[in-house]
């Protein structure tokens, strides 16, 4: 079962320290000195100037001008959002992908967005969206590879993944998406 947002923005804050070489609120300050004060500016700042990841750095960024994401906020759970309604039922193919993105490495993050779910390493490999009440959407960052009945070309569905695969239930979370999922790991 996948950690709630709340539990991995905790981690993440936690970790921080070791995995950056600072603390949150030497970041904030740091942050705040830029004096810049766009969210995609911080971000870029941040991992450009500073080698940050972009996980780490979207945290910052969303801390210096808003606060903590999670439920002390007063903040939106993204995931919830996007799997309530008539979308619901599609959160066991969430969690099974949410899983299975877990195995492929320690330095797999996982970032919630307002539509969808983005999976990073150094830079997206993948995301994670419910398109429809009946479907969610697999994005892979797969450039070079041919194109299947099952693995089609991203089209529209979304600039940043050349190919896309649509899931309608958990056992469409099979050994070969995870073959694509991991594929897509590795280049990232």
Request: net charge positive.
């Amino acid at each position: 079962m996948p950690k709630s947002p709340a539990e991995m923005e905790a981690a993440m804050v936690a970790n921080m320290k070791t995995r950056t070489g600072k603390t949150l609120p030497q970041w904030l300050k740091i942050a705040k000195a830029s004096k810049l004060e766009k969210h995609g500016q911080i971000v870029k700042h941040l991992k450009t100037e500073h080698g940050m990841t972009h996980g780490f750095a979207n945290m910052v960024a969303h801390y210096s001008l808003k606060g903590p994401q999670g439920a002390g906020s007063g903040g939106d759970d993204p995931v919830a959002t996007q799997y309530s309604g008539k979308k619901e039922g599609l959160k066991p193919i969430y969690e099974a992908l949410i899983d299975a993105a877990k195995k492929l490495g320690k330095d797999v993050e996982i970032s919630p967005k307002k539509a969808y779910v983005s999976l990073r390493r150094s830079k997206q490999f993948a995301l994670i969206q419910p398109s429809t009440a009946t479907r969610v959407d697999v994005g892979l960052n797969l450039k070079g590879e041919d194109t299947t009945p099952r693995l089609e070309a991203s089209g529209s569905f979304n600039a940043m993944c050349s190919h896309r695969v649509r899931l309608e239930s958990k056992k469409d979370v099979d050994a070969e998406l995870k073959r694509w999922l991991k594929a897509a790991y590795q280049r990232a």
